[in-house]
């Protein structure tokens, strides 16, 4: 069965090690915060001007001018600090940031991430995506293996605009975790009850199939 958003969300912070600064794109991403293990010590930054996000407000901790860079109200975790996106983006562009977690709309075998633009088609596009590519040590990119039509999201080449080229390392989707190096992609793990089968058969880029693929541990 594919995975929910949340379950996707819980699988990256699998990734996550203590000590990390970690940059949560909009969408899926920002739910890894709600799934860091209690012992492990993870500072969230968004790109608006925060350090140390923490998870999603009750009503109770609601407040308006605590917003994330998808304009979602927030709270902040202690020893979290508020600064000016200018300095946000002198630490991102620096490479202080040990990963950032984005979605996207494609990716390819090559590492490619196309995540900004679809022609014809109003989206909120760029924000801090490409200094992101760019500047974060690691990236992990999260999104459903295919679109509504049933078209794969993992291609051989992307077909759209690019938001940054060669630096995607590890996908997570609704149905696998895959790994990109030497041009292809790298079956690792597959979503409980989902069959291998059923993922080479929705991944258009080259696959590479290693033995037993084991579940992921959800």
């Not at 009503?59 to 996106?85: H, M, Y």
């Not at 075998?109 to 924000?127: D, R, Y």
Request: proline share 4%.
């Amino acid at each position: 069965m594919a995975l929910t958003r949340q379950q996707i969300a819980k699988r990256v912070s699998q990734e996550l090690k203590d000590g990390y600064y970690v940059n949560l794109g909009i969408g899926i991403p920002t739910l890894v915060v709600d799934y860091v293990p209690d012992d492990m010590a993870v500072m969230f930054q968004s790109e608006n001007g925060l350090m140390g996000m923490g998870p999603f407000p009750t009503e109770a901790e609601l407040d308006p001018d605590l917003i994330n860079a998808g304009k979602q109200t927030v709270t902040c975790v202690t020893g979290a600090s508020i600064f000016s996106s200018a300095e946000s983006f002198a630490m991102i562009r620096g490479g202080h940031i040990d990963l950032t977690v984005l979605g996207a709309f494609e990716v390819d075998v090559m590492g490619n991430i196309a995540s900004w633009m679809i022609p014809g088609k109003l989206i909120k596009g760029m924000g801090g995506a490409m200094d992101l590519v760019a500047g974060a040590r690691n990236i992990i990119v999260t999104l459903t293996h295919a679109d509504k039509h049933g078209n794969s999201k993992l291609l051989q080449s992307c077909s759209l605009p690019l938001t940054g080229v060669g630096c995607v390392k590890k996908v997570v989707t609704d149905l696998a975790y895959l790994e990109i190096a030497d041009g292809r992609f790298y079956l690792r793990e597959r979503a409980p009850g989902v069959s291998v089968e059923e993922i080479l058969e929705k991944t258009a880029g080259e696959v590479v199939v290693a033995g037993d693929v084991p579940e992921m541990d959800l």
